[in-house]
């Protein structure tokens, strides 16, 4: 199977990362071909699944999509670095490049909605679309509609906190290309998603945020990470900072920004080094961390749990 190249500004590529999907795979691969933006390819990489899943791509590519859809092997090392993969063999003549889940149920007019709102910022500047999703459980019943963030979304949020759910994802194509050279450079990230949105911020790109969900966003037993939704999801990000896993977080995420920060705008290479200066200091460095950086979360309770974080060593 081999994808069409066009050169279309309107062109979509969708970037599906593909594990033992069987159970849900075939509802995802129905929505994208009943979007109502036609114009799109479809990238599978597929981190050596054992089960259908590869099979039903191929079947999929058959019946609906013929010549549209290709599918390569995956880097087999998890998610996060099979959507890296992903982005590295993406097509540079596509004008738009969407993330794609393999558990989610799209929207019709998720990729319509995408493409109208990125078409407002010339495609020479980078600009991220993401959008709220109807959280749900496995069956895509108890739906709830999720939050819309209270803050602006720019890089001193990004630095510390990802806002922006990967499967919402639809990139312009400067933000693809910025994203596909930094891929090539990256070594290991915390989350893919969280990643770009830092890259495109840093750079000073724009992030849309469109208040109308665009897909159903399925919860089951092996969501990689799930969403960042309600109280509950509130006590496990504080917990993350207790165990320090946060502080894992941002080791991995200052090591592969320092690697693109030459892109950078001038004020956010300032914010991402007097952060990664002073983090892993004594108390007064760690404190000063936050406040010269300028670095916040979407929430009280979230800046409260950043402040924790630096007083108690796992900023």
């Given at each position: 199977m081999s994808a069409i190249r066009r050169p279309s500004l309107t062109h979509t590529q969708i970037l599906l990362a593909l594990y033992n999907g069987t159970p849900y795979?075939?509802?995802?691969?129905?929505?994208?071909?009943?979007?109502?933006?036609?114009?799109?390819?479809?990238?599978?990489?597929?981190?050596?699944?054992?089960d259908a899943g590869p099979a039903m791509v191929r079947d999929f590519a058959t019946q609906h999509a013929a010549g549209l859809v290709r599918m390569i092997d995956g880097p087999t090392a998890g998610a996060a670095n099979n959507f890296m993969h992903l982005l590295q063999q993406s097509d540079p003549q596509a004008g738009h490049l969407a993330l794609c889940d393999q558990d989610d149920v799209?929207?019709?007019?998720?990729?319509?909605?995408?493409?109208?709102?990125?078409?407002?910022?010339?495609?020479?500047?980078?600009?991220?679309?993401c959008c709220r999703t109807l959280v749900c459980d496995a069956a895509l019943g108890s739906q709830q509609l999720s939050r819309v963030p209270g803050?602006?979304?720019?890089?001193?949020?990004?630095l510390v906190q990802n806002v922006v759910a990967g499967n919402t994802i639809v990139l312009n194509r400067a933000a693809a290309g910025l994203?596909?050279?930094?891929?090539?450079?990256?070594?290991?990230?915390?989350?893919h998603d969280w990643w770009i949105y830092q890259i495109v911020t840093g750079v000073g790109g724009t992030v849309i945020f469109d208040d109308e969900p665009g897909l159903l966003y399925r919860q089951h037993g092996s969501n990689e990470?799930?969403?960042?939704?309600?109280?509950q999801a509130s006590i496990s990000r504080l917990t993350q900072v207790l165990r320090g896993r946060f502080r894992r977080w941002n080791d991995l995420n200052v090591a592969a920004l320092s690697l693109i920060a030459p892109q950078f705008?001038?004020?956010?290479?300032?914010?991402?080094?007097?952060?990664?200066?002073d983090r892993r200091g004594p108390l007064s460095r760690r404190l000063r961390a936050l406040r010269r950086s300028g670095v916040y979360r979407q929430s009280r309770l979230g800046d409260a749990a950043l402040w924790l974080s630096a007083l108690t060593g796992r900023l």
């Open positions: 795979l075939n509802e995802q691969l129905g929505s994208i071909a009943a979007q109502s933006h036609t114009d799109w390819c479809l990238l599978v990489s597929d981190d050596a699944s054992a799209w929207l019709p007019h998720k990729l319509d909605r995408a493409i109208t709102a990125l078409a407002k910022t010339p495609s020479d500047q980078p600009a991220l679309y803050r602006a979304l720019t890089f001193r949020n990004a994203a596909r050279t930094a891929a090539a450079k990256a070594s290991e990230i915390a989350v990470i799930g969403a960042h939704h309600g109280a705008t001038p004020e956010h290479r300032q914010v991402l080094e007097d952060f990664a200066r």
